[in-house]
C-alpha cells in the first residue's frame, strides 16, 4: 500500500489544494490527516469539506479539539488562540460535527498514527527531541509511528541493536527490524525556514518513506487573512516558513 500522509491543514485551503493536486500524481491508495484541519487560517471549512472528499481516515488535533472545548484554549498562545476565537465563530455545524467524530490515534497495517505523541495522545505532548522519541518508542508495537503537531519533519530511529539515529532526510528506507516515528510536517504552516507544504508517502511495498514539498500560493491566503483581521504574525508565518 502507498499512503500520503497530511498534518497540520490549519484552515490552509491553497496549501491544501496544492498537496492533493501533488498526491493525485502519487499513485497512492490512501490519503490520511493526522489533524489540525482548523485553526490559524481563513478557509476552516473549505478545508474541512476537502479533507472530507479526499481522506480515508482523519484524526484529531488539538487545534480540533479546543473547537470542541473551549477549556482547551488556555492552553494556547496569543496569536492561536484568537484564530481559534475567530474559527470557532465561523465553524458551520456540518463542520463541527465531521470534527467531533475524529479519533485520538488509528493503526493501520503497520503504522501506528497519531497528531502529538503516542504516549498520551490526548495531552497534546511534543516529540521534538531524541529524548521525547526514546520515550514514545515504547508506546506503539508496530514498525511505523506516524505524527505532526510540531510542524517539523524528522525521522527518529530505534534500531534493532538497540541504538537510536535521527534524520532529517526526505527519503529512507524503511527496516522492518527498526522502529521508526516519522513527522510528516506541516501541509498549512511549515516551520523549518521553508514556505512550501509538506506531506509524506510511506510506501508499505517497497519499504520506503518519502517527505514532499509542495510550493503554493501562499500570498492569497495571506490576503485572505488580512481581510479576516487574523494576526499579522501569523499572516508572515506562512512566507518565512517558521
Ligand atoms: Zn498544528
Redesign the pocket.
Known amino acids: 500500500m502507498r499512503y500520503a500522509i497530511i ?2 491543514i ?1 484552515s490552509n485551503f491553497e496549501a491544501l489544494t496544492a498537496v492533493l493536486d501533488h498526491i493525485q500524481t502519487q499513485m497512492v491508495d490512501s490519503v490520511i490527516c493526522l489533524g ?1 484541519v482548523v ?2 487560517g481563513p478557509n476552516p471549512n473549505e478545508c474541512v469539506e476537502l479533507i472530507k472528499l479526499n481522506c480515508s481516515l482523519t484524526l484529531m ?3 480540533d479539539f479546543a473547537c470542541l472545548d473551549q477549556s482547551e484554549l488556555d492552553y494556547f498562545n496569543d496569536y492561536a488562540r484568537q484564530a481559534l476565537l475567530w474559527t470557532i465563530e465561523n465553524l458551520t455545524p456540518s463542520s463541527i460535527q465531521f470534527i467531533s467524530k475524529l479519533p485520538l490515534s488509528e493503526k493501520l497495517d503497520d503504522i501506528f498514527m497519531v497528531h502529538a505523541s503516542p504516549d498520551h495522545p490526548s495531552a497534546w505532548n511534543y516529540i521534538m527531541s531524541m529524548d521525547d522519541a526514546m520515550i514514545n518508542f515504547n508506546f506503539f508495537e508496530t514498525n511505523i509511528c506516524v505524527y ?2 510540531t ?1 517539523l519533519s524528522i525521522i527518529f530511529t530505534e534500531e534493532e541493536n538497540g541504538g537510536y539515529s535521527v534524520s532529517r532526510e526526505a527519503h529512507i528506507k524503511i527496516d522492518k527490524k527498526n522502529k521508526y516515528l516519522i513527522n510528516v510536517g ?1 501541509v498549512g ?1 511549515p516551520r523549518d525556514y521553508n514556505s512550501k507544504a509538506a506531506y509524506g508517502i510511506i510506501d508499505t511495498v517497497d519499504q520506503h518513506f518519502q517527505l514532499h514539498r509542495v510550493a503554493y500560493d501562499y500570498r492569497l491566503t495571506q490576503e485572505k487573512m488580512r481581510q479576516y483581521r487574523l494576526s499579522d504574525f501569523l499572516i508572515h508565518r506562512l512566507e518565512n516558513g517558521r
Open positions: 498534518s497540520d490549519h489540525d485553526g490559524y488535533g488539538n487545534h505532526g503537531h510542524h506541516s504552516q
